[in-house]
């Protein structure tokens, strides 16, 4: 459902879901979580309480940064006519460190 809860199945009605699992038409992308749970958190909370589900998730934009080594690599942004990034933003935002650090601080772990 737009508030990512699973659809009423065995009388559970307190299922989430984030992540890959999510019956969206998108792109399964580990950029994407943070969208899913800044929708299913307050939407758990609201359960706890007995409230309507205070968030919808929208989805999040498409595209895709594939990195080649550290300082190569090739991007796809759909806006406009189509954008196509190359070795140098594509080094600059994911091939150094694959997002491992973003994910360190969205996780919290370190």
Sequence with gaps: ?????VPL????????AVGDVIDWAEQK??????GHVSVVVPNILAATRNQQPPKVYKGGM???LLP??????????PLL???ILGDW?????KSKAL????????????
């Design 1 to 5: 459902l737009p508030t990512l809860r």
């Design 9 to 16: 199945t065995s009388g559970k009605t307190n299922v989430y």
């Design 29 to 34: 992308q580990l950029a994407k979580i943070p």
């Design 62 to 64: 498409e595209g895709i």
């Design 68 to 77: 080649a080594g550290p300082n190569r690599g090739i991007g796809y942004l």
């Design 81 to 83: 006519w189509g954008i």
């Design 89 to 93: 933003f594509s080094a600059m935002i």
């Design 99 to 110: 997002f491992v650090s973003m994910a360190q601080k969205t996780t919290r772990y370190a």
